[in-house]
């Protein structure tokens, strides 16, 4: 058999920065052959500078356009043989906000990119998977610790957040005659750029304003990595990986 028809291959979004950067380096470490998608060009050519010759393709996606991510599986396909893995992180956050404060548009474009696109890149995914032959693969969603508990003034993140959950439920359920498995990582403070106001503080659920502890992005790869290289007749479901410290039990 050749190289292409038994190594693994991944598509991981958000790619250029962060979470998805680190995750995308994580698995070509652990053997994955990995397609990085997002926006930006230039970010997504740095990550692959990271990751072995030969194991990375950068193919600049915004996921809330259907064609691209169209293309997006259909490149990955084309120089990869298959896919096995997709870790459908990409998403964005809002400024905080009171309810009644909302602007249309600023929840519009919370839930193109949280929802929309995970459905978009989770779509695509399971329609090759399914094809493919071997048939099967598995789907990381990436959650929220907001997925379970909200954040005061953050309804546009919490709701699609929330959504993510049945968004993964549905894909375990419609996947599972075809080997296609669906899991969620709820993360919770993993430092990165996202992350570094926490040090300055985050308004909490009591009104107060207090710096928050983050933990090393590394501890969320390892989630990612296990859950990607489950065995066939295993899957995780439901994954929480956040800061030992931080306010989550007992959120309120």
């Known amino acids: 058999m050749t ?11 958000g790619a250029g920065s962060g979470i998805g950067r680190a995750v995308a380096v994580g698995m070509a470490r652990a053997g994955f052959a990995v397609a990085l998608a997002g926006r930006r060009e230039d970010a997504l ?52 906000t009171s309810f009644d404060e909302i602007a249309l548009a600023d929840w519009q474009a919370v839930v193109d990119v949280n929802l929309t696109g995970m459905f978009l890149c989770a779509r695509e995914a399971f329609r090759h998977m399914r094809a493919q032959q071997p048939s099967g693969g598995t789907i990381i969603n ?34 599972r005659p075809h080997r296609v ?49 489950m065995p066939e007749d295993a899957v995780v479901f439901d994954l929480t990986v956040a800061a030992a410290d931080m306010p989550f039990i007992g959120r309120g």
Do not use: W
Not at 3 to 13: G, I, S
Not at 68 to 92: I, S
Not at 154 to 168: C, E, F, Q, W
């Open 3 to 13: 190289e292409q028809e038994t190594r693994r291959v991944a598509v991981v979004t």
């Open 45 to 96: 050519a740095d990550t692959a500078s990271l990751l072995g010759a030969d194991s990375g393709l950068a193919i600049p996606t915004d996921v809330t356009d259907e064609p691209a991510v169209v293309q997006l599986f259909d490149r990955t396909v084309e120089r990869f043989g298959r896919v096995d893995v997709l870790f459908n992180n990409a998403g964005r956050s809002a400024f905080a």
């Open 142 to 175: 990436n959650g929220s610790i907001s997925a379970q508990v909200p954040r005061p003034q953050a309804a546009p993140y919490t709701v699609t957040k929330h959504a993510v959950s049945g968004l993964t439920k549905q894909i375990a359920l419609d996947g």
């Open 181 to 229: 498995r669906c899991g969620q990582i709820d993360i919770g403070n993993a430092a990165s750029a996202m992350t570094a106001r926490m040090s300055a503080g985050m308004l909490q659920a009591d009104g107060s304003v207090r710096p928050e502890p983050t933990m090393d992005v590394e501890s969320v790869v390892r989630a990612v990595v296990l859950m990607a290289t």
